[in-house]
C-alpha cells in the first residue's frame, strides 16, 4: 500500500515569501487604546484648601470678653492669594477685620475684593506668599461622574484643623430650586455631603479639577436628604473671563 504524505503550510497573511507575490490580506494595524486620566491625589491638593473664620460678635461674660464665631471654606484660584468661596460666608460681617483664614497653621488677615451675590461667590485676598491653586475645569460636568466634595466641617468634638472629604456622584446639572422663599437657578446637584462649615469648598473631579463651589446640602427637620447643591464654577469662570 502506498502512503500519501501531505503537508500543509500556514502561512501567516503578515508575513510575505521570497518570490512570491505581496499577501491580498489588508495589513493589521495596532490599535491605540488612550488611558483614562488618574485620579488625583486629593491629600496634595488640601494646601490649596483654606478655612475661613468670620466673627460674628462679642459680649461680656463674668468678667470675660467672649467671641463667637462662624465657618466656612474656601480654596485658592491663582498663586497670589485670591481666594473663591460662598458669599453667604462672608455675609454675617461688613468689617473685613473680622475675616480670618486659617492655612497652614497661619492665621491670615482677609481682605474681600469681589462679591457675586446673584450666584453665591466672592473672592478674598491673603498674603501668603506663592500660593498653590486648584484648577479649574472649563467642560461641563458629566452625568453620573464622580466627585468629591472637600471643606472643613464645622464640629465641636475636632480638635485639628484639617478638611474632610465626602464621595459622590454628579446626580443633576442646571437644576432649579426654591431655597429660603426664593428661586435658585442652574445648581449642581450630588449626593455627596456637604457639611456645616463645607460652603465655600471645592467639588472636584475624579482628576481633581474644581467643578463647583459647595453651597448647601438639602435637609428637612435638621435631617440631610441624601443631596447636596454646588455653584457651577463657570458662574466664576463667565464672571472672570477664562483665567482666573
Given at each position: 500500500m502506498t502512503r500519501l504524505l501531505i503537508s500543509v503550510f500556514f502561512l501567516c497573511p503578515l508575513a510575505g515569501c521570497?518570490?512570491?507575490p505581496p499577501c491580498p490580506c489588508p495589513e493589521l494595524k495596532p490599535?491605540?487604546?488612550?488611558?483614562?486620566?488618574?485620579?488625583a491625589d486629593l491629600a496634595a491638593l488640601f494646601d490649596s484648601v483654606v478655612q475661613i473664620k468670620v466673627k460674628v460678635g462679642e459680649r461680656m461674660q463674668r468678667g470675660k470678653l467672649e467671641e463667637s464665631f462662624e465657618y466656612g471654606t474656601g480654596f485658592f484660584v491663582n498663586d497670589r492669594?485670591?481666594?473663591?468661596?460662598?458669599?453667604?460666608?462672608l455675609a454675617a460681617t461688613d468689617d473685613a477685620k473680622n475675616i480670618t483664614v486659617l492655612h497652614k497653621g497661619r492665621q491670615l488677615q482677609a481682605r474681600p475684593v469681589k462679591t457675586y451675590r446673584e450666584v453665591d461667590l466672592a473672592c478674598l485676598l491673603v498674603d501668603a506668599g506663592q500660593t498653590k491653586p486648584l484648577e479649574l475645569s472649563t467642560r461641563a460636568p458629566r452625568l453620573g461622574?464622580?466627585?468629591?466634595?472637600?471643606?472643613?466641617?464645622?464640629?465641636?468634638?475636632?480638635?485639628?484643623?484639617?478638611?474632610?472629604?465626602?464621595v459622590g456622584h454628579v446626580a443633576g446639572a442646571d437644576r432649579k430650586i426654591l431655597y429660603?422663599?426664593?428661586?435658585?437657578?442652574?445648581?449642581?446637584?450630588t449626593d455627596a455631603f456637604v457639611a456645616d462649615g463645607c460652603s465655600g469648598g471645592p467639588l472636584l473631579s475624579e482628576q481633581g479639577e474644581v467643578l463647583g463651589v459647595l453651597r448647601f446640602n438639602l435637609a428637612k427637620d435638621g435631617s440631610w436628604l441624601g443631596l447636596s447643591f454646588a455653584e457651577p464654577i463657570g458662574s466664576y469662570l463667565d464672571r472672570k473671563g477664562a483665567k482666573p
Open positions: 521570497a518570490g512570491a490599535q491605540v487604546v488612550q488611558k483614562a486620566p488618574e485620579p492669594g485670591l481666594i473663591l468661596t460662598s458669599a453667604h460666608v461622574e464622580q466627585v468629591y466634595a472637600v471643606g472643613f466641617p464645622y464640629v465641636d468634638v475636632f480638635r485639628d484643623s484639617a478638611p474632610a472629604v465626602s429660603e422663599d426664593r428661586p435658585v437657578d442652574h445648581l449642581l446637584l
